[in-house]
């Protein structure tokens, strides 16, 4: 008969067996998740559903008895802080273990143990649904308000018109002035413009007017001012007529002697 011999050997001395649990449960607790073989799986499923039950239980004869397993301090810590906020409303089925399919390199069907957060039990609050007669006013309802009521409802509705109408003016005021200054910008870019151009025209009208002054002054000058080859020209040209007469005189002379 095998009393007091619950779990699997899995063919491990149980020195190593213990060892491998501790380690697997510490890493539980600490990263909420492991992945291990489906054996190893199903059974550290009873090693942390009973430490759980000692958190839950919180005393220091639980602490202490956490702590002969768990391998750290602070996840046994963490453990007791947090039990009974995580897993107070519920008694049993801490963790869950899914199947990931076979390992590649022997085949040995994988699986993930993670530890489950519950939902909460308490029952949402149901809304009242609004009726028609509710969401709309009814036209006794409308009847029945005061003058003084209808009053104030005429003065907002005025005060908004009136807000509407003063934003409306301020935004035209607002871009006539933006559009005045860019207009006042466009002049100041023009006139700066111009002026090189007026200052070239008024220089290039004075170099002119000097030209036409020194032209006026000098063709007088110029017309009676003559250069030594032309007199030389007019003296030859004066020369002429006295050389032909000169030359008739003595062909006369001759004819006559003769």
Do not use: C
């Not at 909420?32 to 550290?44: F, Q």
């Not at 009873?46 to 004869?61: E, F, P, Q, V």
């Not at 870019?189 to 004075?206: F, G, L, M, Y």
């Amino acid at each position: 008969m095998r009393h007091r011999k619950a779990g699997l050997k899995l063919n491990r001395t149980p020195s190593h067996r213990n060892a491998m649990f501790r380690n697997m449960v510490t890493s539980l607790f600490k990263h909420e998740r492991i992945r291990t073989t489906g054996a190893k799986a199903m059974e550290i499923r009873r090693w942390a559903d009973r430490l759980i039950t000692l958190a839950k239980r919180g005393d220091l004869h639980a602490r202490r008895q956490a702590l002969a397993i768990v391998m750290e301090k602070e996840v046994v810590h963490k453990l007791f802080e947090h039990a009974n906020e995580r897993f107070g409303t519920v008694s049993g089925g801490y963790t869950r273990v899914i199947k990931l399919g076979t390992r590649p390199g022997d085949a040995a069907p994988m699986s993930l143990v993670e530890l489950i957060i519950p939902e909460d039990t308490k029952k949402k609050k149901a809304k009242k649904k609004k009726t028609k007669t509710e969401g709309k006013p009814t036209k006794k309802a409308t009847a029945k308000k005061t003058p003084a009521a209808v009053e104030d409802v005429q003065a907002d509705k005025k005060e908004k018109a009136t807000s509407k109408i003063k934003a409306k003016t301020t935004e035209k005021k607002e871009v006539a002035e933006v559009e005045a200054q860019k207009n006042s910008v466009k002049e100041a870019a023009a006139k700066t413009k111009d002026e090189p151009s007026k200052r070239k025209t008024k220089s290039a009208e004075a170099k002119t007017e000097s030209a036409v002054g020194d032209t006026k002054e000098d063709k007088p000058e110029k017309k009676t001012k003559s250069s030594p080859k032309k007199q030389t020209a007019t003296a030859e040209k004066e020369d002429t007529p006295d050389t032909t007469t000169t030359m008739a005189a003595a062909e006369k002379t001759v004819k006559d002697e003769k």
